[in-house]
């Protein structure tokens, strides 16, 4: 069988697997559904951090992520190829706690809000980040296994998290 033969062959079986999909049974409802439910995610987020914003002491960035500084440590700031220790809990703005821990992060690793708020800190430092959607789980969502419960953050979901940045590790 010649090359060409072969990639009309795979396109072709490709296509047919691709029409399968489309055409199974959605269970989880109905694309108006999940659009309605995407909208109503964004904009809770979008009215949570509008009005965070003038919240004592929430400084917010160019980027919309805003945080707020709990405490202030003396150590080294990270940079984005660095390791941390960080405490950390993740929770929704309805106070639905996602995530909680204690773990040697890669920074270049996680999601862009706890990029950029972490290195607003110094080691020993504390602080809250409230995280827009996009910068956090953004249109994808996730979900996470908390106290044996599985917890979805949704897509379009504004994130908290309460950060104590333990260590910073140059590598």
Do not use: W
């Not at 220790?85 to 204690?102: H, R, Y």
């Not at 862009?112 to 607003?120: V, W």
């Not at 910068?135 to 979901?157: H, K, P, Q």
């Amino acid at each position: 069988m010649n090359i060409l033969k072969f990639k009309h062959l795979v396109f072709a079986f490709g296509s047919l697997v691709a029409l399968s999909f489309a055409s199974c049974d959605k269970s989880s409802g109905s694309d108006d559904d999940v659009i309605a439910k995407n909208k109503a995610t964004k904009e809770e987020g979008e009215t949570f951090l509008l009005e965070n914003r003038d919240a004592e002491g929430v400084v917010e960035t160019y980027s919309g992520l805003q945080y707020k500084i709990d405490s202030v440590g003396k150590g080294d700031k990270p940079i984005l190829s660095d390791s941390v220790t960080l405490n950390f809990v993740g929770k929704l703005p309805n106070g639905t706690i996602f995530a909680k821990s204690e773990e040697k992060l890669l920074l270049s690793s996680q999601i862009a809000g706890l990029k950029q708020g972490l290195r607003y800190m110094h080691e020993g430092s504390k602080f809250t980040l409230y995280i827009p959607y996009y910068l956090a789980y953004d249109v994808n969502g996730r979900s996470f296994r908390y106290n044996g419960n599985v917890v979805t953050v949704d897509s379009y979901s504004a994130v908290i998290f309460e950060c104590h940045l333990l260590s910073v590790k140059h590598n």
